[in-house]
């Protein structure tokens, strides 16, 4: 089955602790991205990715690492969590051939709370 | 500058009536547009998309969508509301030229039995 894999799915804890939340795709698709909803605000793009090595900052960067060595995962990375980055967050995945007409494919989500 | 706005944030219809979820975008060029789905506690989920062929696109579970270049708008609908509909809509442009995707701040559509 093709789909978007995110883990963990629900993670506590504290202001300073490092955190990695994983995110791996099954569809071989070069572009992927992370992205971060807040109530009213919507999904705002953190990071992405267009393949292996080649990443860029999104909208909403600050206090956030990804990388890109492998073109199946790409793992977001929280190297001093503040609670302002208390939030539900979303790994997605897209072919980029068609260029902009292809749809993301969404991981489940991944519930953070810093406290 | 490409932008989204869903001009309802919460709308609220009775179950079999019909449904109306606003969207309308801000582009210099002929856009890729994307209505998603989000039940709760679930990931996004595609319901459709236009990509430039037909203004009228239809998506999964009854649900459609009328791009109309002259008003700006790609409005969601659907004829009769089921009270699995209830979650929140994300209109969604994507902008040309890269591979950027802009969301709208979503709207949570409730059905009433």
């Known amino acids: 089955e093709a789909q978007v894999t995110q883990n963990p799915r629900y993670l506590i804890t504290v202001t300073g602790k490092k955190l990695t939340v994983t995110c791996s795709q099954n569809m071989n698709h070069e572009y992927m991205s992370w992205y971060r909803q807040d109530p009213g605000l919507g999904l705002r793009q953190i990071y992405y990715s267009m393949n292996v090595e080649v990443t860029d900052k999104g909208d909403v960067p600050e206090g956030y690492k990804v990388s890109r060595k492998e073109k199946r995962n790409f793992p977001l990375i929280l190297e001093s969590p503040s609670p302002n980055q208390t939030s539900l967050y979303f790994c997605?995945?897209?072919?980029?051939?068609?260029?902009?007409?292809?749809?993301?494919?969404f991981g489940p989500g991944t519930r953070l709370t810093v406290l | 500058a490409q932008s989204v706005t869903q001009l309802d944030s919460h709308v609220s219809v009775s179950e079999g009536t019909p449904v109306l979820l606003r969207c309308n975008y801000s582009s210099s060029y002929s856009p890729s547009l994307f209505w998603y789905v989000q039940h709760p506690n679930k990931g996004l989920q595609l319901l459709l998309k236009y990509t430039s062929a037909a203004t009228l696109v239809k998506g999964i579970n009854g649900f459609e969508a009328e791009f109309k270049k002259s008003e700006t708008s790609f409005h969601l609908t659907k004829p009769s509301a089921h009270m699995s509909d209830a979650a929140e809509y994300f209109c969604v442009v994507s902008v040309i030229g890269t591979y950027k995707y802009i969301f709208g701040t979503g709207t949570r559509l409730k059905v009433l039995a």
């Open positions: 997605a995945s897209r072919d980029p051939s068609g260029y902009s007409y292809n749809e993301q494919f």
